[in-house]
């Protein structure tokens, strides 16, 4: 398996409190993506970036931020959590181009 | 903007039978396209990708696709169902261009493959 670590892996917290997401990889692959999963949509896309400091939103960004400061880290902030983010949320990572793109076992987040 | 629509939310085949989940696809210029399956409580596993040459593909456990310009389609195919192979399959498009572009998923298909 390709060396990208999702934590935590399950979490639950209260409605309006802040949470963070961590995804490290050990590939130094270029991309790092955030998705959400929920049952009726798939895989939708929130944030991704394609360096250090360089992000861009995905179709689902509103809600969320990122930040990548080292080539290994992307973490994920909600900023105050609703209950319309509880949803499992897969990180992934990839060299761009025609190049696979590898994912994370998943982080279960359950806001109540 | 690109897209991926996959039409099907479940596909049920018989093991042994062959079997087809469909995907088509929106995107600025060419593309780069991607098979994926996950199965439950999983991250995703690549199957296989098309990225120029041979518009058949062959990927992992004795899967296929086949891209088509003209339809923006790459179905996904296998000869002979297993049961093993029920999970949850999605596809994805990346634009081929020189900025820095995303990889969009599809909503997934669910393929159920009843011995």
């Known amino acids: 398996d390709a060396g990208i670590t999702q934590s935590p892996r399950h979490k639950v917290t209260e409605t309006g409190t802040p949470v963070t997401l961590r995804c490290h990889q050990t590939?130094?692959?270029?991309?790092m993506y955030w998705y959400r999963q929920d049952p009726g949509h798939g895989l939708r896309l929130i944030h991704y970036?394609?360096?250090?400091?360089?992000?861009d939103k995905g179709e689902v960004s509103d809600g969320y931020s990122v930040s990548r400061s080292k080539t290994e880290d992307f973490l994920l902030t909600l900023e105050s959590a609703t209950s319309s983010q509880t949803s499992v949320y897969f990180c992934a990572i990839s060299q761009g181009g025609g190049t696979e793109a590898f994912f994370g076992q998943g982080t279960r987040l359950t806001v109540v | 903007a690109q897209s991926v629509a996959q039409p099907e939310d479940q596909v049920n085949v018989a093991e042994g039978n062959p079997l087809t989940v469909k995907c088509t696809y929106s995107v600025s210029g060419n593309p780069y396209l991607f098979w994926y399956v996950q199965y439950p409580n999983r991250g995703l596993q690549f199957l296989l990708k098309y990225i120029t040459g041979d518009n058949l593909v062959k990927g992992s456990y004795g899967f296929e696709a086949e891209f088509n310009k003209s339809q923006t389609s790459f179905h996904l195919k296998k000869p002979s169902a297993l049961v093993s192979d029920s999970a949850l399959y999605f596809c994805?498009?990346?634009?081929?261009?020189?900025?820095?572009?995303?990889?969009?998923f599809g909503k997934g298909t669910r393929l159920s493959v009843i011995a």
């Open positions: 590939e130094n692959h270029r991309y």
């Open positions: 994805a498009v990346r634009a081929l261009t020189s900025g820095n572009t995303p990889l969009v």
């Open positions: 970036s394609y360096g250090v400091k360089d992000t």
